[in-house]
């Protein structure tokens, strides 16, 4: 029974990047990174897991967070909450869309 009450879809990093990217741009205050640098830095923690996320988005208000995850669910896209990155059994890292609330208000 942990599978999600929803349908979630696979997206690759690279097919992300055109609607999902252009919409959370648009609707969400914040840093909206899907470029392979920063998905880099999001793929690792303090364990020794690495899975590159799709994207990765770092809201400014706790509005903004809210917002990210609406438009990952309506998108089908698995989201990934993040505070400090500081696992050491890799729960902060995943195919999915990294919300980073380190610096949310």
Known sequence: MNAPSFPVRLVKPGAAESSLAARLRKEVEGEVMFDAPSRGRYSTD?????????????P?????????LAIAFEAGVPVLARGAGSSQCGQSVGAALVIDHSSTR
């Open 46 to 58: 303090a364990s020794i897991y690495q899975v590159e996320p799709l994207g990765v988005v770092v």
């Open 60 to 68: 400014r208000t706790e509005e903004a967070a809210r917002s990210a």
